[in-house]
């Protein structure tokens, strides 16, 4: 059942990448969520498969799969492992994307490149104690020095700062706020130790202080000052990105159900039986083709050249939230065994909460689709 016409290529991409999840890395989820690293070998492979650069242009080094392809590869990374598909999310429709988006013709080559090769990798570095949902509000301070800029502040859960050769950068200089490259071994950069999270747990979360850093000017992307403008472009993208993994999990979570309520017997017959268990299958599926539905739209509108702010951000919300109505009636469907961390299920409850979190909470991206709904009057996209 597919709400979308994937093409052949789409297809092919889409086995390929659940292949290589079924042998390496649904196998690993359990230790990655347990020792709360991704091993370096994984990510390795991972970029040798071109996984780190499914949507960008082959010119840049990248897939040339759009960001359908970009969605259907998270979709599927994501059933076997939310860590692993969020540090490649962070790298490439964030941490890469923002240089993609605004940055100058030189910076794609010297940065883009071999990110979207796979043999670095990106953060995106926007969030600060003064600036969460009112990410504006950055206080890390660019001033400039002749063809420098030196580059003093403190920036808060930064998915991959740890692990990075690269962050794309959002400071405040005398113009507004002001979108960087750069290179984590360059003199200043500090990441903090790694924050101890509820879920996604493979995945590394750090600060990250920046003490007198000197950044040449030519590592600007974009034009001085509009930097808020390419931060909020680039999640758009990322916004779909995290849609599509809410979709992986939530397929992962149905099959896992459907198994179990036809294996488990209660009352001398399969749960599967009851109503009870039939109506939160139901539920799920349903859910979860709504979820699949305005994914795959909003991406092929995006490829097209749309503007998608307003349907990124409806599908940031949907998917997120109905993620998590989804793998709490996995658990309940699990019985005792949902709760246990013998099962997978256990791990994907915790991991599904943060998608209401990051890349904007659920009211900030509500603030986005009503400011635009009030401005069109009601009229329909
Ligand atoms: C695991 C993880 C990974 C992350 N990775 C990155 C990353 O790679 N790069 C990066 O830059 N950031 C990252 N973040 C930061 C993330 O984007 C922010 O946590 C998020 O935007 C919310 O900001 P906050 O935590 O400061 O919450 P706050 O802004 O303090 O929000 C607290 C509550 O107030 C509500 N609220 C705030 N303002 C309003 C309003 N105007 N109207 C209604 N309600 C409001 C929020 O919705 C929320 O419920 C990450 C966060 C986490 C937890």
Not at 75 to 90: N, W
Not at 97 to 117: D, M, T
Not at 288 to 305: F, H, K, L, N, P
């Amino acid at each position: 059942m597919q709400p979308f016409a994937f093409t052949e290529e789409q297809n092919m991409l889409r086995e390929m990448v659940r292949d290589f999840v079924n042998t390496e890395v649904k196998p690993l989820a359990r230790e990655i969520d347990e020792q709360e690293r991704i091993p370096p070998e994984l990510i390795r492979k991972i970029g040798e498969l071109g996984l780190l650069g499914t949507v960008f242009p082959e010119e840049y080094g990248g897939g040339g799969f759009g960001e359908i392809g970009y969605c259907i590869a998270q979709e599927e990374m994501a059933r076997g492992c939310s860590s692993t598909a969020t540090l490649i999310g962070a790298h490439m429709s964030i941490g890469s994307n923002a240089i993609y988006i605004g940055g100058s013709e030189e910076l794609k080559r010297k940065y883009l490149v071999p990110l979207a090769r796979g043999e670095k990798l990106a953060a995106f570095g926007l969030t600060e104690a003064t600036a969460g949902s009112d990410s504006f509000n950055v206080r890390t301070r660019a001033v400039r020095d002749g063809d420098h800029f030196i580059i003093n502040g403190e920036k808060l859960w930064i998915t991959n700062a740890g692990i990075a050769d690269i962050v794309s950068l959002f400071c405040r200089t005398d113009r507004g706020v002001t979108a960087f490259v750069i290179e984590t071994q360059w003199e200043g950069y500090h990441a903090g130790p790694p924050e101890k999270k509820m879920g996604i747990r493979g995945s590394t979360t750090n600060p990250i202080t920046i003490t007198n850093m000197r950044v040449p000017a030519e590592n600007m992307i974009g034009q001085e000052g509009r930097g808020f403008l390419i931060a909020m472009k680039t999640l758009d993208a990322g916004r779909l990105g995290l849609g599509a993994c809410c979709v992986g999990t939530a397929k992962e979570a149905i099959e896992l159900s459907t198994r179990y309520a036809k294996q488990r017997k209660q009352f001398d017959q399969p749960i599967a039986n009851f109503q009870a268990i039939q109506f939160m299958l139901a539920e799920m599926y349903t859910l979860t083709y709504a979820m699949e539905s305005i994914v795959y739209r909003a991406a092929a509108d995006y490829d097209a050249g749309k503007k998608i702010s307003t349907q990124s951000a409806m599908v940031k919300l949907f998917c997120s939230e109905a993620l998590d109505r989804v793998v709490d009636l996995a658990v309940q469907i699990h019985g005792g065994m949902g709760y246990s961390r013998e099962l997978p299920l256990e791990r994907m409850y915790r991991d599904a909460r943060i998608n209401r979190i990051f890349e904007g909470t659920s009211e900030i991206q509500k603030l986005v689709i009503s400011h635009d709904v009030l401005k069109r009057n009601g009229a329909w996209l």
